[in-house]
Structures are given as structure tokens and as C-alpha cells.
């Protein structure tokens, strides 16, 4: 097992555009998690899903957000009409749900907005 | 809502001594995790704390927890250079599964 992989690792993109992330989660695990990161900052939970359904969501995911995981093995985080302020990296993290759970994260997608 | 503080938030130290990381969460929470971060890397898990009292070690990293006092920690022994890493503590809510992250410890470790 590779671990979790996200694609594309990083993305430029100018403001207003649109744009989607994938991630990729250990093959076993049944949870998705998408976190987002600023420069000096700890990760900021997004949402969440098990298996297919998307249980959470934080209110820092406005309208402008959407995530799926369509058959609950990838997900897809899409961006609609692009800010500066969405400029961070975007992280993916599995886990299988249990007592001893641990999120592993992946490499992340860093996201500028010019 | 669950908060969670790190101190100190920047660490420089010299190799071969010993310093502890705090972190603080504001409320009942049934997990506490400690991860590593290096530069422009993703996270590592370091650790998973459950219970009070529990106490693990990996080299020189002991992490325990204390859930009465909302406190937990993160012990260096005898610090070495590839130590140096930015530590984040995180905790999980009672409620749900997502995870609370600290502002984060930046570590160098200085020969």
C-alpha cells in the first residue's frame, strides 16, 4: 500500500476559475477527511465522509465548495469561482474507523490563487 | 467548540538537551494525536492517545496524556538535529471524527 495520494500537487490558478482535486485514500480504509492549511497555521477540518456519504461538513466550506466520493473509495474537492483567499494547501487524509483511529494524511495539493 | 493550544510555538534548542511541547484543549475530548510536519511535507502520525494516563514512546519522543487537567505532552530526550520539524497536537471531538488541530510547534534543533 502506497498511502494516500492526491493529484495534481500543485495548481496555479488565476481568480474566478474553477478548479478540482482529487485524493486517493489507503485502499481499506472507509473515511475521507479534507483539511485545509495556511502558511504557520495547524490544518482546518473541512469535511469529512464515510464511505460514500459526507457526514460533516465545516461552515469554513462555503457554497463556493464542493466534495464527493462518488463510490466511496476517491473523492474530489472542486472550487467554484476561485478567491486569493482560497490560496493553501489542501489536504486528504483516510482512516478506518475505530477506536484506535489515526487519519494518515496524504502529500497535499498546494493552491495559489492569482 | 473545541480549541486546542500549543506552547511554545517556537522552539531552538541544542542537541543532546531536553524540552517538553504543552497542548491545551478547551474541552472533553476521547482522542489526542500528535503528528510531525516537515517542510512543504504532509503530516506524520507520531502518536494516538485514548485513556488518561496513557503514556507512549517512540525513540526519543514520549507523548501522555492527562484528560483531567485537558493536557498533553510531548517530551524530547537528548534532542538531535533530525528532530527538527514543525509538531502539531490535534484533538477529536466526542461527537464526531474530525480533528482540531494547535497552531503548531516549530522545533529546531541546533548542533
Known amino acids: 500500500d502506497t498511502g494516500v495520494s492526491q493529484d495534481p500537487r500543485h495548481k496555479i490558478t488565476k481568480r474566478g476559475q474553477n478548479v478540482t482535486f482529487r485524493c486517493d485514500p489507503i485502499?481499506?480504509?472507509?473515511?475521507l477527511y479534507w483539511y485545509r492549511q495556511t502558511l504557520g497555521q495547524g490544518p482546518e477540518f473541512l469535511t469529512y465522509?464515510?464511505?460514500?456519504?459526507?457526514?460533516?461538513k465545516s461552515r469554513l466550506l462555503s457554497d463556493r465548495f464542493s466534495a464527493e466520493r462518488p463510490k466511496g473509495s476517491f473523492s474530489t474537492l472542486e472550487i467554484q469561482r476561485t478567491e486569493q483567499g482560497d490560496s493553501a494547501m489542501y489536504l486528504c487524509?483516510?482512516?478506518?474507523?475505530?477506536?484506535?483511529?489515526?487519519?494518515?494524511f496524504g502529500p497535499g495539493t498546494r493552491l495559489l490563487v492569482l | 467548540e473545541l480549541k486546542v493550544e500549543q506552547n511554545p510555538l517556537f522552539l531552538s534548542m541544542q542537541e543532546g538537551k531536553n524540552y517538553t511541547i504543552y497542548c491545551n484543549y478547551s474541552?472533553?475530548?476521547?482522542?489526542l494525536y500528535w503528528y510531525r510536519q516537515d517542510p512543504g511535507k504532509s503530516l506524520e502520525s507520531l502518536f494516538v492517545?485514548?485513556?488518561?494516563?496513557a503514556v507512549k514512546q517512540e525513540g526519543r519522543l514520549m507523548a501522555s496524556l492527562d484528560t483531567k487537567a485537558r493536557l498533553s505532552t510531548l517530551h524530547i530526550t537528548a534532542a538531535v538535529h533530525d528532530l527538527s520539524a514543525t509538531y502539531f497536537c490535534?484533538?477529536?471531538?466526542?461527537?464526531?471524527?474530525?480533528?482540531?488541530f494547535g497552531e503548531g510547534t516549530q522545533l529546531t534543533v541546533n548542533p
Open positions: 487524509a483516510s482512516s478506518w474507523a475505530g477506536i484506535q483511529e489515526t487519519q494518515y
Open positions: 485502499s481499506e480504509h472507509n473515511r
Open positions: 465522509f464515510q464511505n460514500e456519504a459526507q457526514l460533516e
Open positions: 474541552t472533553t475530548s476521547d482522542r
Open positions: 492517545l485514548l485513556s488518561n494516563g
Open positions: 490535534a484533538a477529536g471531538e466526542t461527537s464526531g471524527s474530525r480533528l482540531t
